[in-house]
């Protein structure tokens, strides 16, 4: 009897997956007056627009990316209807090249090795998540953020240092957030035993490795990309280029479709001006976001596993983030195929089904008191939308102790074992 687990068949499950989202869409858009399409997709296009006809995307109010992504979708300004949803067609390919990149890493060395089978079960917690594919075909850009981690993960794998800054530098140009994987990819390229016996002192034995000619190459390659693409967008667009792609992050203020326990803040900040000019909290919560994310896991876990290093820092960025919303969860999403193999999620299955269920029941909690505020007119802000957002808040802290805890009980000789079977494949193949 034939498998269904066969790449044929689950990336074609996976492209039919998002053929049918994609048409449903449509009707909805049709025929519905709640629009299947992202607002977000309409901000993007916009943008195109201005930039095809040789103005600034940012005179298109609230686009807040970088100018790259309205290049990349100017052809949903061509004459056709089919061509407004070019963009969605581009961010669902993005999807399922993510999937392919995932199947790769699961059966290389560091991914354990697993049969075609193995991996592309594991793979299709992507591929085939409804969600996943309902964010793409409604015109989220999240998909090409997806290829872009996974493939800087694959880079790094297979020792492309300087591809892998290239893809470090383009993905933190395009989206602010991955600079926190940095940290934790120098500490595992720091892993190599040899560097640290050739050290004279035991200060040395801590910084000499972190000045290796891998890191050296990754530093360098992924400033030119980052600093390259800046400066050029700068010498475009100046200081408006700053400003909403970087800057506006920083003050930003959003509290509708807001997960995080700073959503009523952020509604009263945005709601009474005089109470905002006396304490911007908004500017300061990044920083326990950033000193766990981009400092405490890294220096714990990164010599241990970088994929499962780099899902508990995404975890983190996240669920501490000053705006979370749904579009967010896929950062992490797209590392999980890669961690759970060996997590205790799905080790104890009582433990993981118990996570799954807290997960979507606190979320569905929150949506629950939303949708009273915004289509029954409710307040719902105390106890209902803030309660919901600390439980929310409280079980991704509790799964992230679950990830964190994992990844430390693996060996701190993992990396180097695994480097330095994947440079004797590689090796080996040149030879």
Not at 25 to 51: E, H, N, W
Not at 139 to 157: F, K, P, R, T
Not at 361 to 370: D, H, I, N, S
Request: with cysteine; net charge positive; hydrophobic share 50%.
């Amino acid at each position: 009897m034939r498998t269904f687990w066969t790449p044929s068949l689950v990336f074609g499950g996976a492209i039919v997956l998002r053929i049918v989202l994609f048409c449903y869409g449509l009707f909805q858009d049709t025929y519905s007056p709640l629009k299947y399409t992202d607002i977000d997709y309409f901000v993007f296009t916009d943008a195109a627009r201005y930039v095809a006809h040789g103005r600034s995307p940012y005179d298109r109010e609230t686009y807040r990316y970088t100018p790259l992504l309205a290049y990349l979708l100017i052809p949903t300004t061509w004459s056709g209807a089919a061509w407004f949803s070019f963009g969605k067609g581009i961010f669902a390919t993005a999807d399922i090249l993510t999937g392919w990149l995932l199947v790769l890493i699961l059966r290389s060395q560091t991914g354990g090795n697993m049969s075609m089978e193995n991996s592309l079960k594991f793979a299709s917690i992507w591929l085939l998540n409804p969600m996943v594919a309902t964010i793409s075909t409604r015109g989220s850009s999240e998909g090409l953020l997806g290829v872009m981690v996974i493939s800087l993960l694959w880079a790094i794998i297979n020792r492309h240092i300087k591809l892998a800054g290239v893809l470090l530098g383009l993905a933190v140009h395009f989206k602010i957030y991955p600079f926190i994987y940095a940290p934790a990819i120098l500490l595992y390229f720091s892993s190599d035993p040899a560097a640290t016996k050739r050290a004279s002192t035991k200060f040395a034995k801590y910084v000499a490795p972190i000045f290796s000619n891998d890191n050296i190459a990754m530093t360098i390659s992924s400033f030119l990309t980052f600093a390259g693409l800046n400066l050029a967008m700068y010498i475009l667009y100046g200081y408006s280029f700053l400003q909403h792609t970087y800057l506006h992050h920083v003050t930003r203020i959003d509290h509708r479709h807001n997960f995080s326990p700073y959503n009523i803040l952020l509604y009263l900040s945005s709601s009474s001006p005089a109470a905002a000019s006396t304490f911007h909290f908004e500017s300061i919560a990044f920083v326990p976001q950033l000193l766990l994310s981009a400092v405490l896991i890294p220096l714990v876990l990164a010599k241990r596993d970088l994929p499962g290093t780099m899902l508990a820092q995404t975890f983190a960025f996240v669920a501490l983030n000053k705006v979370c919303t749904s579009q967010y969860f896929i950062w992490f999403l797209m590392l999980v195929p890669l961690h759970l193999p060996d997590s205790s999620l799905l080790s104890k299955p009582r433990l993981g089904i118990t996570a799954g269920v807290l997960w979507v029941g606190a979320q569905a909690l929150w949506l629950w008191q939303g949708y009273g505020l915004e289509f029954l007119g409710r307040s719902t802000f105390v106890p209902g939308l803030w309660g919901s957002g600390l439980l929310f808040y409280a079980v991704n802290m509790w799964i992230l102790g679950i990830i964190v805890s994992d990844v430390g009980k693996k060996s701190m000789n993992a990396v180097s074992v695994h480097r330095s079977r994947d440079e004797k494949s590689a090796q080996e193949s040149k030879g």
